[in-house]
């Protein structure tokens, strides 16, 4: 199961910058920790590269590891729209 099925076709066929894929800094989230934290620092690591709220919806993904990212892969067809949808 792929985590852009999650997004509508918009989403999926959104080009991300280099700059912006470079996310090693970020912890990635596995539960350990306050999920509205890891939440925050993502949106505003994005937010100060200067990426709009659908691509940070589209890179989400990408800062969730193991168990998060299973349930993440499995939300429903087309079910996250806007950056809003996951807040």
Known sequence: ISFNRSFPKRLVELRVSKQLRQLS??????????????????????????????????MFPLSLKSTVLKWFQLKPLRSIDLWLDLK
């Open 25 to 58: 800094a970020m912890e990635l989230y596995d539960k350990s920790f306050d999920p509205n934290d890891h939440f925050l620092k993502f949106e505003s690591t994005l937010y100060y590269k200067g990426a709009l709220a659908s691509i940070m919806c589209r």
